[in-house]
């Protein structure tokens, strides 16, 4: 019996009228949180051009912005800064969770872990009021770079660093991964990349946050899942995989081969590609300027040469242009931080957004469930277990 086969005969139009694969031309929501012209290259939060935050947004008016859709004023922004200080240390459960990883554990799965676990002390965990709920995004903002800088300290053997009780987000982060606080230019670099990341309409790892919420699940549950979706390698995990990709070039690479061979054996090109973009993603925009500075800064020029020449010829072959992932992986080089962690500071950012979304979800929730289309048989005889 082969089930597949007699598939079109057993579905019903009446009940199933159309499948969508991959929900591509599914609007299953509405939000204030962010736009995307996919065909103009735009990307708008709550109002503000990603341009225009670019420029003159810090992280912690963007995470204001996300949960509250309007910008703080100074006593508003200096109160979230004092929440997010404050905020910072991970309990002592998480820690020795941390110092009890295997080395070689992947970041994003030790991180997913982690934040599982904050809910264990989290006063808030299970209060779905909307004061606590804007405390445990606070927190978990607040908590997620901690755990993965301390991560990263045990891994390679250093003690981990305590947070500050003072400076952004950015600077903090720098500070626990390196040991010692970081120069302006390096903080509001990160700072900018945290803009960048922080929220993307209805990408697949939001997407699970608000199918989570949408059971009415506490918001640790939809982060944890979010963190899990964004790990793979077609959504937040693109970064480390281009990062990889430019690690196996050398200087005597013809990346004009190299990437018609991946073309050729069907293989994707990490960093390139979007459901929603058909042309230059905005923020592959701004990091492109990023990436070409800091290369030549440490000098490792090599790099955006060859992801230049890797565009170019994605562009001839495909007509496919680069998405955040593409650029962003020099930039965290350069940077000097291990490529297997860009999909953590990724998550780093994005909780802001996810968060936003649990949040503007359980306002005004309504159960996700979708249907399937059934392919398979129907009315099969048993066959007891020894007569198969
Ligand atoms: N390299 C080579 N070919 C590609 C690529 C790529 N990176 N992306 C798309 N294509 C081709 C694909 O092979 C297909 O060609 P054809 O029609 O000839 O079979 C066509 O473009 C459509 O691609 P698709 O995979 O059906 O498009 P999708 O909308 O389902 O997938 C995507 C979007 C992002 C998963 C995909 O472009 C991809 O796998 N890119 C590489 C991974 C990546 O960079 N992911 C990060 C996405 S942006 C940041 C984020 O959200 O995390």
Redesign the pocket.
């Known amino acids: 019996m082969e089930p597949n086969k007699a598939a079109p005969t057993l579905i019903d139009p009446e009940l199933y009228p159309y499948c969508d694969k ?1 929900l ?1 031309g599914i609007v299953a929501f509405s939000s204030r949180k962010s736009f995307i012209d996919g065909a103009k290259g735009e990307l708008i939060y709550a109002g503000y051009s990603i341009e225009t935050l670019a420029e003159h947004a810090t992280f912690e008016e963007v995470c204001y912005l996300l949960w509250h859709e309007r910008l703080p004023d100074q006593a508003e922004l200096d109160a979230l800064h004092a929440g997010l200080q404050a905020e910072r240390g991970i309990p002592e459960t998480v820690t020795a969770y941390l110092k009890s990883t295997n080395p070689k554990s992947e970041p994003m799965s030790v991180l997913r872990t982690a934040v599982s676990m904050l809910a264990d002390e989290d006063p808030d965990a299970e209060d779905m009021g909307a004061e606590a709920q804007l405390r445990k995004a606070i927190r978990l903002t607040a908590k997620m770079p901690t755990i993965i800088a301390a991560f990263d300290r045990v891994r390679n053997g250093k003690d981990i660093v305590t947070p500050l009780a003072k400076g952004s987000t950015a600077y903090n982060f720098l500070y626990m991964l390196n040991g010692e606080e970081p120069g302006s230019h390096a903080e509001r670099v990160m700072d900018l990349c945290l803009v960048l990341h922080a929220e ?1 309409g209805m ?2 790892s939001t997407f699970t946050a608000r199918a989570v919420c949408s059971t009415m699940s506490d918001m640790h549950s939809a982060v944890t899942g979010a963190i899990g979706s ?1 790990k793979g ?4 995990g ?1 970064n480390t ?2 990062m990889e990709m430019l690690m196996d070039l050398h200087e005597d690479t013809d990346i004009v081969a190299f990437v018609k061979g991946k ?1 050729e054996r ?10 929603v973009y058909k042309t230059f ?1 905005p923020r592959a925009t701004q990091l492109r300027i990023l990436a070409k500075d800091l290369a030549r800064e440490v000098g490792k020029e090599y790099l955006y040469h060859w992801s230049e020449a890797i565009l170019k010829t ?1 562009k001839e072959e ?1 007509n ?1 242009d680069p ?4 650029f962003s992986a020099t930039v965290y080089y350069s940077m000097g931080i291990m490529p297997d962690l860009y999909t953590a500071i ?1 998550a780093m950012s994005r909780i802001s957004g996810w968060t936003a979304h649990y949040i503007e979800q359980l306002n005004n929730n309504r159960l996700i469930r979708p249907r399937q289309l059934y392919l398979g048989a129907k009315g099969l005889d048993w066959t007891p277990v020894e007569a198969r």
Not at 323 to 326: A, I, Q, R, S, T
């Open positions: 991959g591509e993307h990408n697949a964004l390698p077609l959504h937040g693109a995989a281009v073309l069907k293989e994707k090109i990490m960093g390139f590609g979007h459901r993603d994605m495909k496919i998405n955040v992932d593409f990724f």
